[in-house]
């Protein structure tokens, strides 16, 4: 079924106008030129981030490259990458593919990783991609996994092994977005775990997690204990748009 999925789209991309996730306008791009121009200039790429969690860099911050954060009391995953800033000119079509449940948008959004973040990033070495799993009654609510959807499509070494099976999730009840960072940390706790089917096979492998916004990072970082705690030698986040600190 995916196979024909990827079929239609490679023909509707080429054949059919579409309209820019961006701003609207058709043409033959799912984000037209002027602003894939303006999103490679405001990427996050082009600012000093901290290469564990992401945030960009205060000026004491800059000579180790890390944030205090991280230096003080250091995540589970190794290293983050991220596209752009979640207030940022993608930020509305992510919530059209979410909340909307416009498939067509993670066509556009994965278009605009592929597109604008570094050719180096797309051979990176690693065993596996894993998208941040949903639980089974939010997948079954929402229809999708949007973080699948988008990993799915994306450039990676040919020898990535995309799987959206070997982390699950348990549901939880309360909504995340309004919590602070210690909420969040409590909330999260053993929310995620290894399907049985692949216990025993991330010993000493490299993992890519994807994730679609990345906002305090205590997901990210429960995720990477739990692959850590699994054996997997090295957890790095992929993530579309992150949430920075307040100005």
Known sequence: MRTIENIFEVISSRLLPSACIVCGVFGQRTVCVDCSSRLALEQLLNYECCQQCGLTLQVSELKDK???????????????????????????????????????????????????????????????????PLSPEKLCLRGFNQSWELARRIHCDKRIHKNPHILKRHHHNRHQASENRANRQLAIQDMFFINPRYQGQLASTSVIVFDDVMTSGATLNEIARVLKDNGVSRVINWVLLRTLRPS
């Open 66 to 132: 890390r944030c205090q954060e991280c230096a003080f009391n250091a995540p589970y995953f190794d290293q983050t990458f991220c596209l752009d800033r979640y207030d940022g000119r993608l930020q509305s079509a992510l919530h059209q593919l979410k909340y909307q449940r416009r498939l067509a948008y993670a066509h556009g959004l994965a278009s605009a990783w592929n597109h604008l973040m570094p050719k180096d990033l797309h051979s990176l070495q690693a065993d596996f991609l894993l998208p941040v």
